[in-house]
């Protein structure tokens, strides 16, 4: 395998969380189970293999490696992927990738989806992917996972596994679904993005920013211009239900060192020791 990025890597409830993100520079998930990429700021060759795309939205940290993921799959002959991203992004991205094309003389053979908030992708028959609204300088949209569940209706509970099957052969409906949040990723956003789409403080594995964490950097400026701040994390503490959150895309301003002395300060206890700083 070729290492020619730089890659983290954490599991949690038989997830395997890939990847690597930091403000203005690349930003690149993988969570290999469910077989899903989240942006393309950085294209890590292990990642290629991965068919399913979605992006957050169109800054380049996040979108910028999208010709080499392309044209990687296209060069290995492997099926053309299906990138899923903001819906006002779509024709600007396509023709991106084709002056890419004029470039290198090659094929970017690939599907491009354009998603509004609300939307819903199947990306197996145990997992749904629902867009979510987010608030940042563009057009943005976090994703969280879904695992589809079925249990027998109350009605039907208690029965006799023969009476159970007779109605099924008979046509009746006797399981209902439920939806179990697994996973959410919110890309950039200020606070609005997770205060209005409370499914981010429940789902199991949430990986959100965190840009800034120095108590010295204005909060009003941080977010105006789409980010979050430590302070933003404290004064929402006792709404985190998750039991793994990955603060993830801090400002190159900070070296590791930094951001750990920081964060303590800010936010000593990392939310009950659930949060996971990814340096």
């Given at each position: ?12 409830n ?6 690597y ?9 993988r969570?290999?189970?469910l077989?899903?990429?989240?942006d393309c700021?950085?294209?890590?060759w292990d ?25 990687r799959r296209?060069?290995m002959k492997?099926d ?9 992004a ?5 023709d991106?990738?084709q002056l ?20 819903e ?9 629902t867009?979510l609204?987010t608030?940042?300088?563009?057009d943005s949209l976090g994703?969280?996972i ?20 007779d ?14 949040p697994?996973f959410?990723?919110t890309?950039d956003?200020?606070p609005p993005?997770?205060d ?6 429940e ?7 965190l840009?800034?964490v120095a108590p010295?950097?204005?909060k009003e400026?941080?977010h105006?211009?789409?980010h979050?701040?430590i ?7 006792d ?19 930094q951001?750990?002395r920081?964060a303590n300060k800010?936010?000593?206890d ?10």
């Amino acid at each position: 395998m070729v290492e020619n990025l730089p890659v983290l890597s954490h599991v949690h409830n038989g997830l395997t969380i890939e990847g690597y993100s930091r403000a203005a520079v690349q930003t690149y998930w993988r969570v290999n189970e469910l077989k899903v990429l989240f942006d393309c700021g950085g294209q890590p060759w292990d990642f290629m293999g991965t068919p399913t795309m979605f992006i957050s939205h169109a800054h380049l940290d996040h979108i910028a490696a999208l010709p080499a993921y392309v044209s990687r799959r296209r060069m290995m002959k492997m099926d053309p992927p299906v990138i899923y991203l903001p819906d006002s992004a779509v024709d600007t991205t396509w023709d991106m990738l084709q002056l890419f094309r004029r470039l290198d003389r090659g094929a970017m053979p690939c599907e491009l989806i354009g998603l509004l908030p609300g939307d819903e992708t199947s990306i197996s028959r145990e997992y749904i992917v629902t867009a979510l609204e987010t608030r940042h300088t563009i057009d943005s949209l976090g994703f969280v996972i879904h695992q589809r569940r079925h249990k027998l209706k109350p009605e039907f509970q208690g029965l006799e596994g023969d009476k159970i099957r007779d109605l099924k052969l008979a046509g009746t409906e006797i399981t209902e679904e439920t939806r179990v949040p697994v996973f959410a990723y919110t890309g950039d956003t200020s606070p609005p993005g997770l205060d209005n789409n409370p499914v981010f403080y429940e789902a199991k594995t949430l990986i959100s920013e965190l840009t800034f964490v120095a108590p010295e950097h204005r909060k009003e400026k941080i977010h105006k211009h789409g980010h979050m701040h430590i302070d933003d994390y404290r004064q929402r503490a006792d709404r985190f239900q998750n039991e793994l959150i990955i603060a993830s895309h801090l400002s190159t301003r900070y070296n590791d060192a930094q951001v750990k002395r920081l964060a303590n300060k800010g936010l000593p206890d990392a939310l009950g020791g659930r949060m996971k700083l990814w340096l």
